[in-house]
């Protein structure tokens, strides 16, 4: 069993920047995908983006790219969202998640373990 805490989140005014940190249970991420989802008010929950602990490979969600950066931590069992040039249309919970499926998951289903969450409020 993994458990996830996320932090960081918070409210900030549009074009801001929020870094938040995913913390596990257990001592290192080194056989998962770890991946941010985000769910807005009244909306289904939306990939965001991950990073493959094994070669350090991520993707985004169009909407975020050139915008959010994910990384790891020195810590093994860390890992971040960087979130800048944020806009009120990036307003939701964001949560973190593990995965131990190979490839690129971006289904929610795809994702074993789940934080419980961190607010991320952008005023316009």
């Known amino acids: 069993q993994v458990q996830l805490v996320e932090s960081g989140g918070g409210l900030v005014q549009t074009g801001g920047s929020l870094k938040l940190s995913c913390v596990a249970s257990r001592r290192t991420f080194s056989s998962y995908t770890m991946a941010w989802f985000r769910q807005a008010p009244g909306k289904a929950r939306e990939f965001v983006g991950l990073i493959r602990w094994t070669d350090g490979y991520t993707d985004y969600v169009d909407s975020v790219k050139g915008r959010f950066t994910i990384s790891r931590g020195n810590a093994k069992n860390t890992v971040y969202l960087q979130m800048n040039s944020l806009k009120p249309e990036d307003t939701a919970v964001y949560y973190c998640?593990?995965?131990?499926?190979?490839?690129?998951?971006?289904?929610?289903?795809?994702?074993?373990?789940w934080g419980q969450g961190t607010q991320v409020t952008i005023s316009s």
């Open positions: 998640a593990a995965s131990l499926r190979v490839g690129v998951p971006k289904a929610d289903y795809e994702y074993e373990y």
